[in-house]
T-cell receptor, first 113, second 115 residues
Framework: GQNIDQPTEMTATEGAIVQINCTYQ??????LFWYQQHAGEAPTFLSY????GLEEKGRFSSFLSRSKGYSYLLLKELQMKDSASYLC??????????????FGAGTRLFVKA | DSGVTQTPKHLITATGQRVTLRCSPR?????VYWYQQSLDQGLQFLIH???????AKGNILERFSAQQFPDLHSELNLSSLELGDSALYFC??????????????FGPGTRLTVL
């Protein structure tokens, strides 16, 4: 079955760097996504990895190791507005040509001044 | 604004009732996904439709059903509602089923409260 683990909460200081880890077990792996979600709002897309390695996008980077079932999201130059939940999600391809996206429970990040 | 619309924004109903949630995907998107997010749980994948056909199913209860219409909008029907069905229901859309990079764009959600 599918299983995605990420820390429940993290706290970091404004201007610092924080790394949010995600481990997963899945079959039919077809990509890993990171989304940001502010309380009561819709998730918004941050990054996507399907091959091993690092993808950089401004202040955000995401890393994937498929053999280890491991990913991390790196946030640099933290700002107060980065306080949110960060969701790790694994996409699986189904045998009917569809996609299941399984989300982790999310990591709540608190950025303090 | 993701371009995905959901109605209604809020819905309050009683146990045993039936409700319909509606979703309009972004223009041109053929795939629609439904998710449930309860307070104590993360986003739970319910179902995926592509161009009117069901393509993937998650842990969707038998009391729940969905469909996607020819104009690509989708409806999620929840029946025999229970208190535990109270949650935020999100719809998301993406461009196509195949391909390696099709992020999902989420609608603002419908908050369902069952009393």
């Amino acid at each position: 079955g599918q299983n995605i683990d990420q820390p429940t909460e993290m706290t970091a200081t404004e201007g610092a760097i924080v790394q949010i880890n995600c481990t997963y077990q899945t079959s039919g792996f077809n990509g890993l996504f990171w989304y940001q979600q502010h309380a009561g709002e819709a998730p918004t897309f941050l990054s996507y990895n399907v091959l091993d390695g690092l993808e950089e996008k401004g202040r955000f980077s995401s890393f994937l190791s498929r053999s280890k079932g491991y990913s991390y999201l790196l946030l640099k130059e933290l700002q107060m507005k980065d306080s949110a939940s960060y969701l790790c999600a694994v996409r699986e391809r189904t045998n009917t040509g569809g996609f299941k996206t399984i989300f982790g429970a999310g990591t709540r990040l608190f950025v303090k001044a | 604004d993701s371009g995905v619309t959901q109605t209604p924004k809020h819905l309050i109903t009683a146990t045993g009732q039936r409700v319909t949630l509606r979703c309009s995907p972004r223009s041109g998107d053929l795939s629609v996904y439904w998710y449930q997010q309860s307070l104590d749980q993360g986003l739970q994948f319910l179902i995926h439709y592509y161009n009117g056909e069901e393509r993937a199913k998650g842990n969707i209860l038998e009391r729940f059903s969905a469909q996607q219409f020819p104009d690509l909008h989708s409806e999620l029907n929840l029946s025999s509602l229970e208190l535990g069905d109270s949650a935020l229901y999100f719809c998301a859309s993406s461009t196509r089923t195949s391909g390696t990079y099709n992020e999902q764009f989420f609608g603002p959600g419908t908050r369902l409260t069952v009393l």
